[in-house]
């Protein structure tokens, strides 16, 4: 199917005249199958932070181009959403996350955003297809559009919350704001929870979808508590991002000792519905992960390659390079090393750490001070197969759960968080300058 798609895609023609010729046809013919590529990968679930190698791509020159931009819509895509459903988590302090997003996404890409929600941090989503694929169930409630119609033939809102509680007597969740949410709303639902509480049912509990969340949950939460039902679940929904979860949580903090309701209690029991700003990455909409030749083979061995920019801080790293994580006495990640791929880390040494670009900053570790080297790329493919196992979902949460407490909390922080350090090792920064040196040299001599 993919080979299908690049000989359909480059046989376009523009006025009518053939885009490319039978040579560069035929070469594809026989070589379009992606059998000369190897790709190295940071796994997935992984953190990764700026300016480090994600995934590095060996092979035919023309090949490696054509997968270019597939490869970045992947990994861009996901990478900004898991990372948007971790800030949620650390937002919710650990609370539950419902990806909704499905309504709101950009076409097809709505699978991707929901599995990369679900591996970012996300319990459960409201996408039923890649829920099952996943192995997980869907989680949802009913409409608004469910009251009114039983409004609309003079059922009321009671009628409605019935019905529902009636299909769906042990996972009853109830939608309270389409009236009046605690005039009518929340005691509505109370009644039909006390209903089912006699026929020997557990009720889930509510939804709020609109207003002053965080007054209305303490509100609710005291109206379900004088009812005997103080283990239910609140789901809040409506916009909400790691931001606005975060204020809810702080008006909560302040506001509910006033009415006696038991902020961290409430707070426990808070579960948090989010579409739009998941899926869509709200505030920060794209990832602008890079795609750069920083060797070429030749000759029976590698030529490393430069690109310069005018900002320093967008002068690619050039050349073979494997990525490690040093730990630090605590078992803190404290920074990522770039390295030539043959480079020898002494460990029984002190360790220098470059920065990419300013070359007046530097760190030194001593042996001490690190507990262990951790290489984080791994074989994906080699010759046009893939070598690896694809990991079960819980496998990948784990993975981000274990790199997200290994960060120091500085790092963690929502906003302006303390900067994490890649680094370069001596050998690979002083490559970098070499290159950058003889480019600068060779190409304006060859201008004058």
Same mark, same amino acid.
């Given at each position: !199917?993919?080979?299908?798609?690049?000989?359909?895609?480059?046989?376009?023609?523009?006025?009518?005249?053939?885009?490319?010729?039978?040579?560069?046809?035929?070469?594809?013919?026989?070589?379009?199958?992606?059998? /000369?590529?190897?790709?190295?990968?940071?796994?997935? /679930?992984?953190?990764?932070?700026?300016?480090?190698?994600?995934?590095?791509?060996?092979?035919?020159?023309? !090949?490696?181009?054509?997968? =270019?931009?597939?490869?970045?819509?992947?990994?861009?895509?996901?990478?900004?959403?898991?990372?948007?459903?971790?800030?949620?988590?650390?937002?919710?302090?650990?609370?539950?996350?419902?990806?909704? %997003?499905? *309504?709101?996404?950009?076409?097809?890409?709505? #699978?991707?955003?929901?599995?990369?929600?679900?591996? +970012?941090?996300?319990?459960?989503?409201?996408?039923?297809?890649?829920?099952?694929?996943? %192995?997980?169930?869907?989680?949802?409630?009913?409409?608004?559009? !469910?009251?009114?119609?039983?409004?609309?033939? +003079?059922?009321?809102?009671?009628?409605?919350?019935?019905?529902?509680?009636?299909?769906?007597?042990?996972?009853?969740?109830?939608?309270?704001?389409?009236?009046?949410?605690?005039?009518?709303?929340?005691?509505?639902?109370?009644?039909?929870?006390?209903?089912?509480?006699?026929?020997?049912?557990?009720?889930?509990?509510?939804?709020?979808?609109?207003?002053?969340?965080?007054?209305?949950?303490?509100?609710?939460?005291?109206?379900?508590? =004088?009812?005997?039902?103080? =283990?239910?679940?609140?789901?809040?929904?409506?916009?909400?991002?790691?931001?606005?979860?975060?204020?809810?949580?702080?008006?909560?903090?302040?506001?509910?000792?006033?009415?006696?309701?038991?902020?961290?209690?409430?707070?426990? *029991?808070?579960?948090?519905?989010?579409?739009?700003?998941?899926?869509?990455?709200?505030?920060?909409?794209?990832? %602008?992960?890079?795609?750069?030749?920083?060797?070429?083979?030749?000759?029976?061995?590698?030529?490393?390659?430069?690109?310069?920019?005018?900002?320093?801080?967008?002068?690619?790293?050039? +050349? #073979?390079?494997?990525?490690? *994580?040093?730990?630090?006495?605590?078992?803190?990640?404290?920074?990522?090393?770039?390295?030539?791929?043959?480079?020898?880390?002494?460990?029984?040494?002190?360790?220098?750490?470059?920065?990419?670009?300013?070359?007046?900053?530097?760190?030194?570790?001593?042996?001490?001070?690190?507990?262990?080297?951790?290489?984080?790329?791994?074989?994906?493919?080699?010759?046009?197969?893939?070598?690896?196992?694809?990991?079960?979902?819980?496998?990948? *949460?784990?993975?981000?759960? =274990?790199?997200?407490?290994?960060?120091?909390? +500085?790092?963690?922080?929502?906003?302006?968080?303390?900067?994490?350090?890649?680094?370069?090792?001596?050998?690979?920064?002083?490559?970098?300058?070499?290159? @950058?040196?003889?480019?600068?040299?060779?190409? @304006?001599?060859?201008?004058?």
């Amino acid at each position: !199917m993919t080979r299908n798609w690049i000989i359909y895609a480059i046989t376009a023609t523009a006025r009518g005249a053939a885009s490319f010729g039978d040579d560069f046809l035929t070469y594809l013919r026989a070589y379009g199958n992606f059998s /000369g590529l190897s790709l190295d990968a940071i796994p997935e /679930g992984r953190v990764v932070h700026p300016n480090t190698p994600l995934t590095i791509v060996r092979g035919p020159m023309a !090949m490696a181009q054509i997968i =270019e931009t597939p490869l970045l819509n992947k990994l861009n895509y996901q990478t900004l959403v898991a990372t948007k459903a971790a800030r949620l988590v650390e937002a919710s302090r650990g609370g539950t996350i419902l990806e909704f %997003g499905l *309504r709101r996404a950009q076409g097809e890409g709505a #699978n991707d955003g929901t599995r990369a929600a679900l591996i +970012g941090g996300a319990n459960f989503s409201s996408n039923v297809g890649v829920s099952h694929v996943l %192995g997980l169930p869907p989680k949802g409630t009913h409409a608004h559009s !469910m009251v009114q119609l039983m409004m609309a033939l +003079g059922e009321g809102e009671i009628g409605a919350f019935r019905a529902y509680a009636e299909l769906y007597p042990d996972d009853c969740l109830l939608l309270v704001d389409t009236v009046d949410t605690l005039q009518s709303g929340v005691p509505n639902a109370i009644k039909v929870f006390e209903e089912l509480r006699r026929k020997g049912h557990r009720p889930v509990g509510i939804r709020l979808d609109s207003g002053d969340q965080a007054y209305l949950s303490i509100q609710a939460a005291k109206l379900l508590d =004088e009812a005997g039902f103080g =283990e239910t679940s609140i789901v809040l929904s409506s916009d909400l991002d790691e931001l606005v979860i975060w204020q809810i949580l702080t008006q909560i903090q302040q506001e509910a000792p006033r009415y006696g309701v038991d902020a961290d209690r409430l707070i426990k *029991r808070l579960v948090y519905g989010v579409g739009t700003r998941l899926v869509t990455s709200w505030g920060e909409p794209a990832l %602008g992960g890079v795609y750069k030749l920083v060797a070429v083979h030749k000759g029976g061995g590698w030529n490393s390659a430069i690109k310069i920019s005018e900002s320093p801080s967008k002068t690619p790293t050039p +050349g #073979n390079k494997r990525t490690w *994580r040093i730990y630090d006495r605590r078992q803190k990640a404290t920074a990522d090393l770039l390295t030539l791929e043959n480079e020898v880390i002494a460990t029984d040494a002190p360790l220098v750490l470059r920065h990419p670009s300013d070359h007046t900053k530097l760190r030194v570790l001593q042996p001490g001070q690190i507990s262990r080297i951790e290489p984080l790329h791994e074989a994906v493919v080699r010759a046009g197969r893939i070598v690896f196992d694809a990991p079960p979902l819980e496998e990948l *949460r784990r993975r981000r759960v =274990e790199d997200v407490e290994a960060l120091d909390p +500085g790092v963690r922080r929502l906003v302006n968080p303390h900067i994490y350090h890649v680094s370069l090792s001596e050998a690979l920064w002083n490559l970098k300058q070499e290159l @950058i040196a003889e480019a600068r040299r060779d190409n @304006i001599s060859q201008a004058q």
